[in-house]
T-cell receptor, first 117, second 109 residues
Framework: GAVVSQHPSWVICKSGTSVKIECRSL??????MFWYRQFPKQSLMLMAT?????????EQGVEKDKFLINHASLTLSTLTVTSAHPEDSSFYIC?????????????FGPGTRLLVL | GQNIDQPTEMTATEGAIVQINCTYQ??????LFWYQQHAGEAPTFLSY??LDGLEEKGRFSSFLSRSKGYSYLLLKELQMKDSASYLC??????????WGAGTKLIIKP
């Protein structure tokens, strides 16, 4: 149980284009989803926390207009990297938790590797 | 401030035992997690401790001392597939995970 999928797993795009990454909880309803970014040899950096039906909460230093998050249902959250630039190249990982009142074990998606040329 | 400390890298021999330590300072505490992350992959959940003591789960055990702000992950009978990064994360009073930088464990034959 508690499987999270991400799509796509790999994306290469040109500078200036927008990229959408989907995160789905396959066998449970995720009240809360998290988006992380991880640069090589570094730990996870939380970008934002999204709750279904409300606006995402962004971490300090993360541009909300650049990284658009939509959590339209209890099983789907999307991250759109708008006008991507080479410095946005990274490993983007989503995770989902069962939500309030539960131990906040996070179940991670397999990650999306973004390369911006 | 909030801080998680763990060693950057450790080396151990196949079949041996290794202990990865983690110290934490967070605003409030609601538990300590250990995750395993293989290179190029997302983390996978290993353990969660909120009470003092040792939790054993097969070859892996996790220990917590809340008074000392200290945890360790113990891996027994090491296998080559255990080569990975091990991430320590503390759940703070806002139920937000504060992540350590991870410990890269290298297993040698």
């Amino acid at each position: 149980g508690a499987v999270v999928s991400q799509h796509p797993s790999w994306v290469i795009c040109k500078s200036g284009t927008s990229v959408k990454i989907e995160c789905r909880s396959l066998d449970f309803q995720a009240t809360t989803m998290f988006w992380y970014r991880q640069f090589p040899k570094q730990s996870l950096m939380l970008m934002a926390t999204s709750n279904e039906g409300s606006k995402a909460t962004y971490e300090q230093g993360v541009e909300k207009d650049k990284f658009l998050i939509n959590h339209a249902s209890l099983t789907l959250s999307t991250l759109t990297v708008t006008s991507a630039h080479p410095e946005d190249s990274s490993f983007y990982i989503c995770s989902a938790s069962l939500g309030a009142g539960e131990v906040e074990t996070q179940y991670f998606g397999p990650g999306t590797r973004l390369l911006v040329l | 401030g909030q801080n998680i400390d763990q060693p950057t890298e450790m080396t151990a021999t196949e079949g041996a035992i290794v202990q990865i330590n983690c110290t934490y300072q967070t605003s409030g505490f609601n538990g300590l997690f250990w995750y395993q992350q293989h290179a190029g992959e997302a983390p996978t959940f290993l353990s969660y401790n909120v009470l003092d003591g040792l939790e054993e789960k097969g070859r892996f055990s996790s220990f917590l001392s809340r008074s000392k702000g200290y945890s360790y992950l113990l891996l027994k009978e090491l296998q080559m597939k255990d080569s990975a990064s091990y991430l320590c994360a503390s759940l703070d009073s806002n139920y937000q995970l504060i992540w350590g930088a991870g410990t890269k464990l290298i297993i040698k034959p």
